[in-house]
């Protein structure tokens, strides 16, 4: 790696603006809140708002393996302007989606900008991140994402309606968009990791290959079977709750992510003296007790006190996750595999919408949580394959 105590810092002017690029990206997902709502007042059948929810992450399944290798530290800045740009149109370009085909076009737009925005953001990422601190960046560039799925869900319901409806809500988030440019301005890779990162692009050879580590694929399915899990609590949780007699649904969120949040600046650092693969194996033992006993929703003391709980092993077990991936990673592929990482977290986001419209049209919500749950009880039957036979620290 590289030098002495220079490559030891943390934060540095380039690893603050990267978390508050972030931060508005991660807000793009967050006001999508009451999308399913949204979309049930339009004119579009009930049997496609599945899939349109999923289509935003279907482009980026598509797009990112092939834009992934070609994104480096050195360009990762202009695409990020770029795809700012695209997000900010698309945003705006929901004001003329009022049926299936003008909705598929403009959310199929939003998802190819969204993925190139991230795809670059983490790009920059992997040149900001000490090799001893990955543990500690990965915490709190999620708390930073975090902040999103914390702030908004809980004030969505009366801000749309003091605006006028979600539209007005999108236009906003269209031009606090544009402030991903002046912090662009601020990204440059210390020269010393720029160095170790100078392998750019890659072969499909180079990437088989990749993938041919045990470890690095066994992530990667356990990342997608988690955020198939995350998902259908997101984008389903708002009409149980209701169901259920909730006043207010996105309290959960809030308790969740406020959770999520304390456990990784309380524990951040103990991400990297800890076994990975230990912390990962309970967390998702305990989410899977989550979702069960949210099978079971007795009411709203029941629901805020599973936000805390879920909160508390989805904050430790996704920076976790991510961490080890950068561990176990050669240097010039760091890049390459945290965006396949977040590849995971996209296809989540498309099967779990998709998947879960379809479990909760026949089995209902009781069915649908417990679908949650036998997604991780199997990423947990996988954390065993992570451990490696020789001595050493994960």
Not at 109 to 114: A, D, E, L
Request: contains cysteine.
């Amino acid at each position: 790696m590289s030098g002495t105590s220079s490559p030891e810092r943390l934060f540095t002017k380039e690893f603050l603006a990267l978390n508050g690029i972030a931060f508005l990206t991660f807000c793009n997902m967050a006001i999508f809140f009451q999308f399913y709502r949204y979309l049930q007042g339009l004119l579009i059948g009930p049997q496609w708002h599945g899939f349109l929810i999923a289509l935003f992450s279907i482009t980026g399944l598509i797009v990112r393996p092939f834009i992934s290798p070609f994104l480096h530290t050195g360009n990762a800045r202009l695409w990020m302007l770029v795809s700012t740009a695209g997000v900010t149109l698309s945003l705006w370009g929901y004001n003329l989606a009022g049926d299936f085909w003008s909705m598929f076009l403009v959310r199929a737009v939003h998802g190819i900008t969204y993925v190139v925005l991230g795809a670059a953001l983490n790009a920059s990422l992997v040149g900001l991140i000490p090799p001893s601190r990955s543990g500690q960046a990965f915490g709190l560039v999620t708390v930073i994402t975090l902040l999103p799925f914390a702030v908004v869900p809980p004030v969505l319901d009366q801000v749309t309606h003091s605006m006028g409806g979600l539209l007005p809500v999108l236009n906003a988030a269209a031009v606090l968009m544009l402030l991903v440019w002046p912090l662009s301005l601020a990204m440059k890779t210390p020269p010393d990791r720029e160095q170790d990162l100078a392998q750019s692009r890659f072969s499909l050879q180079d990437v088989m290959g990749n993938l041919k580590n045990k470890r690095v694929a066994v992530l990667l399915v356990i990342m997608l079977l988690l955020y198939s899990s995350f998902t259908p609590v997101f984008f389903f949780l708002e009409s149980y709750a209701k169901e259920m007699g909730v006043a207010n649904p996105g309290l959960f969120f809030t308790l969740s992510t406020m959770s999520e949040i304390g456990i990784r600046l309380a524990a951040g650092s103990l991400f990297d003296k800890m076994n990975k693969a230990s912390l990962i194996a309970g967390s998702l033992a305990g989410i899977t007790l989550g979702y069960l006993a949210l099978a079971h929703l007795s009411g709203e003391t029941m629901l805020y006190a599973l936000g805390i709980f879920l909160g508390l092993g989805w904050g430790i077990v996704m920076p976790v996750l991510n961490a080890l991936m950068f561990d176990i990673s050669p240097v010039h592929f760091r890049g390459l595999n945290t965006n396949l990482g977040v590849q995971m977290f996209q296809g989540g986001f498309f099967l779990g919408p998709l998947v879960g419209a379809f479990v909760l049209a026949h089995c209902g919500f009781r069915g649908l949580y417990y679908l949650c749950a036998c997604l991780t009880i199997v990423s947990l039957a996988l954390t065993p394959l992570l451990v490696i036979k020789k001595k050493g620290r994960l």
